[in-house]
T-cell receptor, first 114, second 114 residues
Framework: GAVVSQHPSRVICKSGTSVKIECRSL??????MFWYRQFPKQSLMLMAT?????????EQGVEKDKFLINHASLTLSTLTVTSAHPEDSSFYIC??????????FGSGTRLTVV | AQSVTQLDSHVSVSEGTPVLLRCNYS??????LFWYVQHPNKGLQLLLK??????LVKGINGFEAEFKKSETSFHLTKPSAHMSDAAEYFC????????????FGQGTRLTINP
């Protein structure tokens, strides 16, 4: 079946540095991918919609310059957390839709900023 | 705009007893509805989905859900709980029309007692 691979699964970085998270569709092409953020014991909140070959669409309240999204190919979207701070620590999950009304999620990335 | 309300933040049942996780939705259009399960520090796995076909939807691992338009509900049930069912469950709605955006409920943590 359709698989979305997310890497890394865990990352610890120092405050002020940048971290890149990759999301790959392994056996299908994804013109659109979705990035979510999940705080502990809370639900998933959509951060942005990544569009292949064009700019991402960010949800209200999400800082475009802090969370850089690049979708350079039909199988890869990246989320870069720039100048990370402890409040950026969270669980980030990507998703893609291999078929209409089918959504496949990556296994998530636990980001800890120290 | 769509919204989803999961009526219980935590449900605890004994192994072998029925499970009921409640979900109410609000949507401007004919909705597509999903139930996803998330185990700790993992991505989301689709249990089942409703997309305007049969109102009783059967999913994986013995779960099923019934779409009741008059009650705007989409409750998740399982006749007999298993220890491996312990996880976080999310009720999700998407618009059939417009962007492929998913709106997540707050989540219900299911605990199974031996």
């Amino acid at each position: 079946g359709a698989v979305v691979s997310q890497h890394p699964s865990r990352v610890i970085c120092k405050s002020g540095t940048s971290v890149k998270i990759e999301c790959r569709s392994l056996d299908f092409q994804a013109t659109t991918m979705f990035w979510y953020r999940q705080f502990p014991k809370q639900s998933l909140m959509l951060m942005a919609t990544s569009n292949e070959g064009s700019k991402a669409t960010y949800e209200q309240g999400v800082e475009k310059d802090k969370f850089l999204i690049n979708h350079a190919s039909l199988t890869l979207s990246t989320l870069t957390v720039t100048s990370a701070h402890p409040e950026d620590s969270s669980f980030y999950i990507c998703s893609a839709s291999p078929l209409q009304e089918i959504y496949t999620f990556g296994s998530g990335t636990r980001l800890t900023v120290v | 705009a769509q919204s989803v309300t999961q009526l219980d933040s935590h449900v605890s049942v004994s192994e072998g007893t029925p499970v009921l996780l409640r979900c109410n939705y609000s949507s401007s259009y004919s909705p597509s509805l999903f139930w996803y399960v998330q185990h700790p520090n993992k991505g989301l796995q689709l249990l089942l989905k409703y997309t305007s076909a049969a109102t009783l939807v059967k999913g994986i691992n013995g779960f099923e859900a019934e779409f009741k338009k008059s009650e705007t509900s989409f409750h998740l049930t399982k006749p007999s709980a298993h220890m491996s069912d312990a996880a976080e469950y999310f009720c999700v709605v998407s618009e059939v029309q417009g962007a492929q955006k998913l709106v997540f409920g707050q989540g219900t943590r299911l605990t199974i007692n031996p």
